[in-house]
Each structure stands twice: as C-alpha cells, then as structure tokens.
Nanobody, 122 residues
Framework: QVQLVESGGGLVQAGGSLRLSCAAS????????MGWFRQAPGQEREFVAA????????RYTNSVKGRFTISRDNAKNTVFLQMNSLKPEDTAIYYC???????????????WGQGTQVTVSS
C-alpha cells in the first residue's frame, strides 16, 4: 500500500509552465515504475508519462513528447512532471500511480489520489 499526494497544478496561460509533484508515504517508491495520468471532463483517464524505478528510462504519450519531462528523486520519495509549452488541451486533473512500464497500465493499489488540477487558458 502506498499513499500518493499530487500537487503543483494551477491556472496558466498557453505557452506557460508548471511543475507537478507526487509525494509518497507508507512505502518507498524506489521499487516501482511510476507514471502520470490525466483526466479531462467527460473523458477517460489517459496515460501521460512513465519513469522506470531507477529513473534511467522514461516514456511519454505522443501529445506531450518534447514538452513534458518526468523525473524522480527516490531519496525524497517523490516523482515530478515538468510541463512546458502548455496547451489548452492539456487541461485536466493529473494523477500519479505505480505502473507497468511496458504496458503503461496502472498497478492497482486500491484508489487514486485526489489529483491536481491543471487549467491552461488560450
């Protein structure tokens, strides 16, 4: 069981930047591949980015490649998502979760965190 708390979202103009954080408690994240997901109103949650347990490998959905960077600090038990050149279509609630790195599927740990709202104005 791992408790995850997302933060760092907010309102930003198109072209701006935000840095999201995912802080964990209850157990260390160092043994997990981690990912970010997002959900826009009326849509299903979608995969955004993933990072391997050691931080040595990353992957992204095509729509954010070149703009978003996922990173982690295992000593701080935290995962980050640096979002640059934000677009209105990035507007969503962002969540983090342990993932299968190959399939990008979320590993079920009971429930999602509250997420953090990202709103990008045009």
């Amino acid at each position: 069981q791992v408790q995850l708390v997302e933060s760092g979202g907010g309102l930003v103009q198109a072209g701006g930047s935000l840095r999201l954080s995912c802080a964990a408690s209850g157990r260390t994240l160092s043994t997990y591949h981690m990912g970010w997901f997002r959900q826009a109103p009326g849509q299903e949650r979608e995969f955004v980015a993933a990072i391997s347990s050691t931080g040595g490998n990353t992957r992204y959905t095509n729509s954010v490649k070149g703009r978003f960077t996922i990173s982690r600090d295992n000593a701080k038990n935290t995962v980050f998502l640096q979002m640059n050149s934000l677009k209105p279509e990035d507007t969503a609630i962002y969540y983090c979760a342990p993932v299968n790195y190959v399939t990008t599927q979320r590993i079920d740990f009971g429930s999602w965190g509250q997420g953090t709202q990202v709103t990008v104005s045009s």
